[in-house]
């Protein structure tokens, strides 16, 4: 039998998965899921940073390692150590500082509130999908292509 070079299913990647027992069949259907969490965010963050200055938008928008992180704690049942933590704390520490000097500083508030509410929803579903990902990608084997193009589709 003759070897297939180049192919995907030889890949070193490929051969690493099915060692580890990963399933290589996938639905294309579940890359959906995670398409579509990105999908809403993406509309909710940019309505955002119309609301709010673009160094708000851009400290806010740090708040994603927050929302990821709590997620995998509870969805992957993820384990942080003291330096995740740490680093945690000052993530949350800015991301407050600037939030909360915004809306101080504004002059019309409304906007502002709402436009920090956006992004941090945008957030909180942003994070939905890196897990949902991670934890189709901790069952499954898929080539990155295939996946990106895959959610892309699904997006579109």
């Known amino acids: 039998m003759r070897k297939r070079h180049g192919s995907i299913e ?11 027992g990963k399933k290589q069949k996938i639905n294309a259907l579940w890359l959906a899921i995670p398409a579509f969490f990105d999908f809403m965010a993406i509309p909710l963050m940019n309505l955002g940073l119309i ?10 928008r ?3 390692i927050l ?14 150590y003291i330096h995740h933590w740490t680093s ?8 407050v500082t600037v939030g909360v000097s915004s809306i101080l500083r504004s002059s019309s508030d409304d906007n502002n509130i709402i436009g920090i509410v956006l992004i ?5 579903l942003s994070a939905a999908h890196w897990i949902v990902e991670e934890k189709i990608l901790l069952t499954y084997y898929i080539h990155p292509f295939r996946m990106v193009g ?7």
């Open 51 to 60: 609301m709010v200055s673009a160094s708000v938008y851009q400290m806010l």
């Open 10 to 20: 030889s890949s070193p990647d490929a051969i690493r998965a099915i060692k580890q």
């Open 62 to 64: 740090g708040g994603l």
């Open 67 to 80: 929302m990821t992180a709590v997620s995998s704690i509870i969805f992957l049942k993820a384990t942080l």
């Open 150 to 156: 895959l959610e892309g589709f699904f997006a579109l």
């Open 120 to 124: 941090l929803i945008s957030q909180v």
């Open 88 to 95: 945690l704390f000052f993530i949350v520490g800015g991301v």
